[in-house]
T-cell receptor
Framework: NAGVTQTPKFQVLKTGQSMTLQCAQD?????MYWYRQDPGMGLRLIYY???????DKGEVPNGYNVSRLNKREFSLRLESAAPSQTSVYFC????????????FGQGTRLTVV | AQRVTQPEKLLSVFKGAPVELKCNYS??????LFWYVQYSRQRLQLLLR??SRESIKGFTADLNKGETSFHLKKPFAQEEDSAMYYC???????????FGGGTRLMVKP
């Protein structure tokens, strides 16, 4: 089972460039999430999607956009990358109910120079 | 708003010593609390959830609603417990999972 798959694993961008991080899950989960992981800051929620067709802002949404393309896929877009967006990005998915386990992708290490 | 606080960024203990990783939360309803763990070069994964009242790899955690805490404990730490530990909260709607800042546990031989 693939679980949650993120692409790419590594990326270097120049300031001002744009890119899209892709995430797909094959567990028929309703909820999907994008987090960024920074030293000392833990995992901070950028956006989440409770179901196909809905998205909501998390704790740190500025500078990002998301698309829930279908039930399987949830993409994160940086329209104009900034050095402050250098981070490790994680996608996760879960069933939309309480006491449910979230499954994580392997992460994307993004560096903006 | 929901918030999770882990006051310790780093916890270093010797093998065989007891371990307690602290977690405090803020939430107006009845939250679901979890501990996730990230071992070196591995994906973040669920360690345990409060509602199951289970012991996983010797770890336990009790939800204290009065103190709004969900501390993770293990009586005798092992070197293989060295990892990054995250406390997480899911709200009533079951669709927003919030993490704390994480605590790096180092178990020395």
């Amino acid at each position: 089972n693939a679980g949650v798959t993120q692409t790419p694993k590594f990326q270097v961008l120049k300031t001002g460039q744009s890119m899209t991080l892709q995430c797909a899950q094959d567990m028929n989960h309703n909820s999907m999430y994008w987090y960024r992981q920074d030293p000392g800051m833990g995992l901070r929620l950028i956006y989440y999607s409770a179901s196909e067709g809905t998205t909501d802002k998390g704790e740190v949404p500025n500078g990002y956009n998301v698309s829930r393309l279908n039930k399987r896929e949830f993409s994160l877009r940086l329209e104009s990358a900034a050095p402050s967006q250098t981070s490790v990005y994680f996608c996760a998915s879960s069933l939309t109910r309480q006491n449910t386990e979230a499954f994580f992708g392997q992460g994307t290490r993004l560096t903006v120079v | 708003a929901q918030r999770v606080t882990q006051p310790e960024k780093l916890l270093s203990v010797f093998k065989g010593a007891p371990v307690e990783l602290k977690c405090n939360y803020s939430y107006s309803g009845s939250p679901e609390l979890f501990w996730y763990v990230q071992y070196s070069r591995q994906r973040l994964q669920l360690l345990l959830r409060h509602i199951s009242r289970e012991s996983i790899k010797g770890f336990t955690a009790d939800l204290n609603k009065g103190e709004t805490s969900f501390h993770l404990k293990k009586p005798f730490a092992q070197e293989e417990d060295s990892a990054m530990y995250y406390c997480a909260l899911m709200g009533n709607a079951g669709n927003m999972l919030t993490f704390g800042g994480g605590t790096r546990l180092m178990v020395k031989p």
